[in-house]
């Protein structure tokens, strides 16, 4: 079933454009820290420098893949690369990957980490059949990586220097052992950083070759700014031709970049799907709002006799959808029952004031209900594009209300 490693997108440059590749962002920590990494964006041992990703809950992230999949019908690779590591995320990424393996029985799975907390995952990935996992190892001796790396946070411990080194380069080449004893694909990244290890990754390459990894890639080091590693200089490409030359002596090269989620549709698909309720397991693409004349947000719930229900096109703009009906005043509770069903593909309504009952009602069928005023595009939009909705409304010097209704609350029964 797993895909063989010339047809995955990430090892073979000529199968890219039939196998294309999708990264699932939902690992937000790390558990170490790279001198040359930029913690305001995304790990830069796999994803392309100064891309930030905003981070989907499992969930969310199944329901990014599935419109992604209507967009693109060659995506035949999930990988799993940050934005921070993903066994520092162990419950996210493993969830995800369930889900996909649930859903997708035919997905190539793959995993691109750091390697310090990979070792007790290993038995599950290869029973998921995740078939590709790449390990970026930038030294094996402790005293150079005692220079890459600040720190190494491992059991809830903080450790420094050479011991840190020691303790993760340990755990980079077990896990490697153990995921060839396990049948999965090892790929190895190392950063070539100019006077800190250049020369050493030969010696990387014929230490994780005798290992059994599949492939190597030399990265040039990137220079973000704002990292301890700011005054090196990049390598030349001539240096890095050298050192894939070399190294090609010990094991297979890849040299070909791959650009995951570089699409400006999957880059709005992927803002369309963080704006979802973290744990929704239903579909809800949609917001309600109460207005009265279809411009402001600037109605009571209960006063309501229609709520306008906005979704978002495949260009990210925020469009009107339809106008449904509120259900008719009396009725206490169950007029918000069936409020409830009426708007039970919204994920949230906007109204300028609701009462207690409506809303304990409405939250309890997993509706949210925000009170606050203003125009309602930009709100909407603002909610779509996941815009944190405080900041918006700060934004917009709009008059947020309690979460209490403040009119008379006589149409609220
Ligand atoms: S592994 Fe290194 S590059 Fe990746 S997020 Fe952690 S510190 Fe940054």
Redo the contacts with the bound molecule.
């Keep these: 079933m797993t895909l063989k490693r010339t047809s995955h997108s990430c090892f073979n440059s000529e199968s890219r454009p039939k196998s294309g590749r999708i990264n699932l962002p939902v690992a937000p920590n790390?558990?170490?820290?790279?001198n040359?990494?930029n913690?305001k964006f995304?790990?830069?041992?796999e994803n392309r420098p100064e891309v930030i990703s905003k981070v989907l809950s499992p969930q969310q992230a199944l329901y990014h893949l599935e419109k992604a999949m209507t967009l693109s019908q060659n995506i035949a690779v999930v990988g799993i690369t940050?934005?921070?590591?993903p066994f520092?995320n162990p419950d996210e990424t493993m969830e995800t990957l369930r889900l996909v393996r649930k859903k997708y029985p035919e997905m190539a799975l793959c995993i691109s980490t750091?390697g310090l907390d990979l070792l007790p995952y290993i038995d599950e990935l290869a029973r998921l059949q995740v078939s590709h996992v790449t390990i970026?190892i930038n030294a094996i001796d402790p005293k150079i990586g005692a220079e890459i790396y600040s720190w190494v946070r491992y059991n809830k411990k903080m450790y420094r220097d050479v011991v840190a080194a020691k303790l993760l380069i340990n755990k980079q080449l077990e896990s490697l052992t153990k995921l060839k004893e396990a049948g999965v694909t090892a790929k190895v990244n190392s950063t070539i950083i100019p006077g800190i290890n250049d020369i050493h990754v030969i010696t990387v390459a014929s230490k994780v070759a005798e290992l059994g990894a599949d492939i190597l890639q030399c990265f040039p080091f990137y220079n973000t700014k704002e990292i301890v590693f700011e005054n090196l200089t990049e390598p030349s490409a001539e240096m890095v031709q050298e050192i894939q030359d070399v190294t090609s002596k010990f094991i297979p090269q890849m040299k070909h970049y791959v650009l995951s989620n570089a699409d400006e549709t999957m880059r709005l698909k992927l803002a369309k799907s963080s704006a979802l309720p973290a744990k929704t397991v239903e579909y809800r693409p949609y917001i309600a709002v109460s207005s009265m004349e279809g411009i402001m947000i600037n109605q009571h719930l209960g006063e309501a006799e229609r709520f306008l229900i906005y979704g978002m096109n495949d260009t990210g703009k925020c469009i009107l959808v339809s106008a449904r009906k509120a259900p008719q005043a009396g009725g206490g509770e169950q007029r918000w029952k069936e409020l409830a069903e009426t708007l039970k593909d919204c994920q949230t309504v906007l109204v300028s004031g609701v009462g207690n009952s409506p809303k304990k009602v409405l939250n309890s069928h997993g509706i949210k209900v925000f009170v606050l005023e203003g125009v309602i595009k930009e709100i909407v939009g603002g909610i779509f594009s996941g815009q944190d909705l405080q900041e918006l409304i700060k934004r917009s010097q709009i008059h947020t209300g309690s979460s209490q209704c403040s009119g008379t609350g006589k149409k609220c029964g």
């Design positions: 790390c558990n170490i820290q790279c040359y990494c913690r995304d790990c830069l041992n940050g934005p921070g590591d520092a750091n970026t």
